[in-house]
């Protein structure tokens, strides 16, 4: 019998799908399968309550709206005024914290399994995203930090620019149920330019 | 075909934009040609001279090649075969490839002979409004004529034929984002696109050539004492260099959209024709969202009208000037050009460089001097006052008449016959405002220039500059150019100050203004064929814009579907403005007066391919798989779409049908143990002190007494008291609860609550989160359910007492964290597992591996409605509500709830409503059609009296019989009653009338 | 294809919105209390503005707010935008 706790992966090697490298150059965009993650998703109407309950064990504060913030591997996105969502290296934090009171002033739910990080870097990622994307993908509109949730041709991701780089390096989030549609349609979108396809590797399929 | 034989020797003229080295063949009607890169298949054709390639809509007269870009009305060809064919392209647009096959349209059967031109001869019969006046009349039989004769006349009429095979190629789609998007890359374009450039703003130029340069592609005006195609090149350089600049050639904008937002569709692959690499895709629709807009889209040359004014070999002058300079190809030996205004005299300046005799009917009776001496110079013989009344040749221009002119159009004495083979018309310039109209802009009447030109649309961040203006300057151009291009980047926050450059042109004298001619008429010679059209791709002439006036047909919009005057696929680009300055000249109107029809995009056709985009084939529409897909698509599943989710219908073995399968699967579930993946199933998280509360107000049953691991199922109204979704909420500690949903409205829900707790209701401390995915779902249930789940890992204990019916635990299971519910669906003893979603494959193998048949959506299907169960948008449509159903139970009295209130409307509170009932065939064998009609009498007289309709209908393993839910009028009072339901085709099935419950009325089997 | 501007993200593309009709329609209080014509008013009847129109949004592929948002009905020109539950945009946001 498997193993429950060794993570199945949407997108874990081998997958059945596109081929691995296709079009005039596999440098061109490279999509990466994230591995599973530790989100968690946080409301709250107090901004101030939600950094209080953040600083000390992560040691991190509120971005603005459509932004994100990094520190020692955790990253807290904030997706609305009153919507963030924190991705932790670890568990244990993210376990901590969804020991907070239900009726405190934070609400803490975990949606690990809920949302798998696809990143797409390369030269053509921009142009490989803007085919769905309406956002604004360019450096002066979506600088490093930038993080959108927002409408990838009907489906509902969060695009984010997490560090400085050139080209942009992009993570998109999407809801696990659309992971393998997503990839695939990255695939075909990125065959004009050329893709790499790296799925997982660290677990089984499913 | 005889050789290329007007393709100008090289050295004639500078070479322009082909190049020789590089030559290409192609097909056309099957006989072989050969061009160069650098042509477009027009260009390529008319090196053979200017004969017949298509016929025309109505009469089927031969045409040729009149224009020589988008405003072109007679050369739609048909673009290669089978699936990568095109119907109805622009011979004129289509960019040369090697190994290009076309052919002609609206041509039967072939463009050289063509029965149809019987219509020609026959037009006296054929007037316009024929159809109009003969079929669609109030007149005895009027539409009996027309079943007849449709099909003959639909096979007679339209233009290319629609490919029917699948399209193999690739559509892309882009989405782009800029401070200025400037339209045209013409001297006016490029010029709007450096000046944003250069003051830093993120800039796309978007021409429809292959090429920028617009009317300099010509190749004989000068800039700064240069060839101004240096400048372009100088500026294409300048661009390139810019950090932000992006110039798009062979993209046609196809329509301007609010808040700035434009379409434009980019020939990629389509210019290498089906050999196109193929990683590429044909087209990409580019989906561009600029801040401000700068419209520099040039001016279309207008005709006017003569007799036989469409004979192959007529053309617009200025696109004979461009075949000439850009192409190196004129196609013919003795050119008469006829012009009311200046522009006439480049073409025949150039006609005389490369050694062709020129005739100049200059329709003024004072031509400018400067231009009429130079022209003279050239040894171009100008004439006048004078016109072209007609000419002469039937397949192939033969000659021309041409005779002094009087204000009206009207021909004065003798008509002098002049010698030619290529004649050109020049009419005036019509400013192409199409994109400006799709905006709002209202074309205003510029009598100066006899032009419509846009009205200012600043405000809306659009901005025009060049011909489209009625400008008629190069320097004119540039200086627009430049001022927009710069005005827009300021408007777009781009404040760099820039230094405005200081062009030197070519534009010489001062000419003289235009004497606008739109027709030339009188007496002509040959009475049959003399013709004169005014809009050549849809067939309508001087006569019927005359006739439509007489019969009052005088408003822009009815002469319009009158006569069909630009209705084509050009849009009447050539046409518009002659038809409704001639229907003026009829009704003693100005064309202002009469007004103009409204442009609404495409400016220019655009293919099915190119809107379909990447939405298509198994990326139409995005797919949802659970976390045991695979073991599904593994183990025979055959899959449903529920929404966007693929869901096991029913898991067929080998050699087994879909309903034996199916049945197999309901068995196993009543009589051992059936598991079904449940992950689609919509879980919402509700989180602080009120969630009861909210509870209460969105659902129809109270919820103040239900305790922490206890479960209740709930009915969600529309303030209209009509259902829209129900579920399961269990309560997992005092101030968390978990809301089930059904599939379908798992995001309907969760927005629903977060619409009347952020808008009605923002006091209520609630937090409300999807966590749909977080978990995977098996669903457990029958009499060996108890047995099987109990043999799971798991800390959870699942015996009766501590884990009754409608109770909730939480513990783990296989070792990882588990929320069950013990809810039933099917009637049986069931539970519901919820494990992470990357543990949702071991939960399912180890419940398969326990002995669990998998079931699909079908045998739960087949399942609930043995019991009665309801399914929301099966068993209701938006006009049903909880009483309706019988589920009064479900119902608070003691609260108010959304939707409440509407109960107690007079038609809401009737009692003989339609209710649930249940049908029983009297037939057992016959399964009702789901969707069937119920009537008391099926032989009753239309209109027949209906009763209801039959909602859910099955076969049932368990009954041994068929059954069927359905809402009925007055239902819960006709029990027992016999009733009919209508089936699809003819007929109709008698059943009997029960409650809407077939199994285990007392639900003892889900309880224990 | 408009482009919206939502109090907490800026300019977005319409496709994010889902619109939620005619804004300030209140709840009754108190239901019971009404005529029918009186609830059917609540329920069913909106005003057809032609002009400004004051209807509310939902920035359902965004932020997920719901916000009021004055439009134009004729040329779509959007005005002043309002925000729900005090729910006020941050200054650095």
């Not at chain 1, 989100?39 to 971005?63: F, G, N, Q, Y």
């Not at chain 2, 379909?612 to 995005?622: E, H, Y």
């Not at chain 2, 143990?673 to 009120?690: C, E, H, N, Y």
Request: glycine share 10%.
């Amino acid at each position: 019998m498997a193993d429950p706790l060794v993570p199945t992966h949407p997108l874990a090697d081998p997958l059945s799908g596109p081929p691995e490298e296709a079009g005039p150059d596999s440098a061109a965009v490279v999509l990466t399968a994230g591995p599973p993650l530790v989100l968690l998703d946080l409301r709250c109407r107090d901004r101030a309550a939600l950094d209080s309950l953040l600083k000390k064990p992560l040691e991190l504060a509120s971005p603005p709206v459509a932004r994100a913030v990094s520190k020692s591997g955790n990253t807290l996105f904030r997706l609305g005024p009153d919507w963030w969502q924190l991705r932790c290296k670890k568990r244990k934090p993210a376990d901590r914290l969804l020991r907070a009171d239900p009726a405190g002033p934070v609400g803490v739910t975990d949606i690990s399994d809920a949302w798998l990080a696809i990143g797409v870097a390369g030269p053509r990622a921009r142009d490989v995203l803007a085919k769905a994307a309406t956002v604004d993908l360019h450096p002066d509109a979506f600088p490093a930090g930038s993080a959108a949730r927002t409408l990838f041709g009907r489906v509902t991701v969060v695009i984010a620019r997490l560090e400085d780089g050139e080209p942009p390096a992009f993570d998109v989030t999407v809801s696990r149920s659309n992971a393998r549609f997503l990839w695939r349609w990255l695939a075909d979108a990125a065959r004009e330019y050329g893709y790499t396809l790296k799925p997982f590797s660290g677990g089984g399929a499913g | 075909m005889s050789g290329p034989q007007f393709r100008l020797p090289a050295d004639t003229l500078p070479d322009g934009r082909i190049d020789r080295e590089a030559p290409l063949g192609f097909s056309f009607n099957g006989e072989s040609f050969t061009g160069y890169a650098g042509d477009t298949l027009a260009s390529a054709l008319l090196a053979y001279g200017a004969f017949p390639l298509a016929r025309s809509f109505k009469y089927h007269r031969p045409r040729g090649i009149f224009g020589a870009g988008a405003e072109e009305p007679n050369a739609l060809v048909q673009l290669e075969t089978g699936g990568y064919s095109q119907p109805n392209l622009r011979a004129t647009q289509i960019e040369l490839y090697g190994g290009l096959s076309a052919a002609s349209v609206n041509a039967w059967p072939s463009v050289d002979f063509d029965l149809m031109r019987v219509n020609d001869w026959l037009s006296p019969i054929f007037p316009s409004g024929f159809y109009y006046k003969t079929f669609m009349g109030a007149g005895v039989g009027a539409g009996r004529w027309w079943r007849l004769f449709e099909p003959f006349i639909r096979r007679a009429a339209g233009f290319g034929r629609a490919p029917t095979a699948p399209d193999p190629d690739r559509y892309e789609r882009m989405n782009a984002h800029c401070d200025v998007l400037v339209v045209g890359a013409g001297p006016a374009g490029l010029s709007a696109a450096l000046a944003a450039a250069n003051r830093g703003g993120r800039v796309i130029l978007v021409d429809d050539q292959t090429e920028p340069g617009g009317d300099l592609l010509a190749g004989d005006r000068r800039i700064d004492d240069a060839p101004a195609m240096d400048w372009v090149a100088a500026a294409l350089e300048r661009l390139g260099a810019a950090p932000d600049a992006t110039v798009l050639a062979r993209t046609a904008v196809a329509g301007l959209y609010d808040d700035n937002f434009a379409t434009a569709v980019e020939s990629v692959g389509d210019r290498f024709g089906p050999g196109a690499p193929d990683h590429l895709p044909r087209l990409r629709l580019w989906r561009i969202r600029a801040r401000q807009i700068v419209l520099a889209t040039g001016a279309h040359e207008r005709p006017y009208a003569f007799a036989n004014n469409d004979t192959p070999g007529t053309m617009l002058g200025n696109a004979i000037r461009h075949y000439a300079g850009r192409y190196a190809v004129v196609p013919g030996r003795q050119a008469l050009l006829g012009t009311d205004n200046d522009s006439a005299y480049r073409t025949a300046l150039l006609l005389a460089r490369a050694g062709i005799p020129v005739t100049l009917a200059d329709a003024r009776e004072t031509p400018p001097s400067a231009l009429a001496d130079a022209a003279r110079q050239a040894g171009v013989d100008v004439e006048a006052g004078c016109a072209i009344s007609a000419v002469l040749g039937d397949r192939r221009v033969r000659g021309a008449k041409i005779g002094r002119v009087l204000p009206d159009g009207e021909i004065s004495g003798a008509l002098r016959p002049v010698e030619a083979d290529l004649v050109g018309v020049s009419g005036g310039w019509n400013p192409a405002l199409h994109l400006a109209s799709h905006r709002g802009a209202r074309p205003v009447w510029n009598e100066a220039q006899t032009c419509f030109v846009p009205d200012d649309l600043t405000a809306l961040g659009l901005r025009t500059a060049g011909a489209v203006t009625g400008a008629g300057s190069l320097a004119d151009c540039l200086e627009q150019g430049y001022a927009a291009g710069r005005d827009a980047a300021r408007a777009a926050g781009r404040t760099k100050r820039t230094r405005k450059p200081d062009l030197k042109t070519d534009d010489g004298a001062a000419g003289a203004p235009i004497r606008p001619l739109w027709a030339v008429t009188g007496r002509q010679p040959g009475s049959r064929r003399g013709k004169a059209f005014v809009d050549l791709q849809n067939d309508v002439t001087v006569k019927d814009v005359a006739l439509a006036a007489r019969e009052n047909y005088r408003s822009v919009e009815h002469l319009k579907r009158y006569t069909t005057l630009g209705m084509g696929t050009d849009q009447g680009k050539t046409a518009n403005v002659i038809g409704l300055a001639l229907m003026g000249v009829e009704t003693g109107r100005s064309p202002e007066a009469v007004g103009t029809t409204t442009f609404r995009p495409p400016y220019t056709p655009v293919p099915f391919g190119a809107l379909a985009g990447r939405d298509r084939g198994a990326l139409f529409d995005p797919v949802r798989e659970t976390p045991m897909f695979d073991w599904h698509a593994a183990n025979g599943a055959v899959f449903e779409d529920v929404g966007q989710w693929k869901r096991p219908y029913a898991y067929r073995r080998d050699g087994e049908s879909l309903e034996a399968a199916i049945g197999r699967e309901v068995r196993a579930v009543r009589n051992a143990a059936g598991v079904m993946d449940a992950s689609t199933l919509g879980k919402i998280d509700l989180k602080g002190p009120d969630v009861v509360t909210l509870l209460n107000r969105v659902y129809t049953n109270d919820w103040e007494t239900l305790k922490v691991g206890r479960a209740r199922y709930g009915l969600m109204c529309h303030e209209d008291g009509m259902i829209f979704d129900d579920g399961v909420t269990a309560r997992l500690a005092d101030d968390h609860y978990v809301m089930t949903t059904t599939t379908g409205n798992a995001v309907t829900v969760l927005n629903w609550l977060e619409m009347w707790l952020q808008t009605e209701w923002p006091e209520l401390r609630v937090f409300a989160t999807s966590v749909t995915e977080a978990w995977a779902t098996a669903t457990v249930a029958g009499p060996e359910a108890r047995r099987l789940v109990s043999g799971l890992d798991s800390d959870i204990d699942w015996s009766d007492d501590a884990f009754p019916h409608m109770a909730v635990r939480t513990g783990t299971v296989l070792g990882a964290p588990a929320r069950v519910f013990r809810v039933s669906f099917s009637g049986e003893a069931s539970w519901e597992i919820n494990v992470p979603a990357h543990c949702g494959p071991a939960l399912w193998q180890a419940l398969i591996d326990g002995g669990a048949t998998p079931y699909g959506t079908e045998a739960m299907h087949v399942l609930r409605a043995e019991k009665g169960f309801i399914i929301v948008g099966q068993e209701t449509d938006g006009t049903v509500t909880p009483h309706d159903l019988g589920m009064g139970w479900a119902v608070s009295k003691r609260k108010d709830f959304i939707g409440k209130r509407s109960w107690s409307r007079p038609d809401t509170a009737r009692p003989d409503r339609k209710h649930l009932v249940g049908l029983l065939p009297l037939d057992s064998g016959t399964v009702l059609p789901e969707g069937g009609q119920i009537v008391a009498d099926p032989e009753q007289e239309p209109p027949v009296t209906m009763l209801g309709h039959v909602t859910s209908s099955y076969k049932s393993p368990s009954l041994d019989g068929s059954f069927a839910l359905a809402l009925l009028k007055n239902g819960r009072n006709r029990m027992g009653d016999t009733v009919h339901v209508l089936r699809l085709d003819e007929g109709a099935d008698a059943a009997r009338v029960v409650a809407p419950a077939f199994y285990d009325k007392d639900g003892g089997r889900m309880r224990g | 294809m408009l482009l919206i501007r939502c109090p907490y993200c800026g300019l977005r593309d319409e496709s994010e919105f889902s619109y939620g009709g005619e804004a300030d329609i209140a709840r009754p209080l108190e239901p019971e209390t009404l005529t029918d014509a009186e609830w059917a008013d609540y329920v069913f009847l909106r005003t057809n503005t032609k002009g400004r129109f004051r209807e509310q949004w939902v920035h359902a592929h965004g932020c997920g707010r719901w916000f009021t948002l004055v439009r134009d009905t004729v040329t779509h020109a959007h005005g002043e935008t309002g925000v729900f539950g005090g729910v006020e945009p941050e200054a650095d946001g």
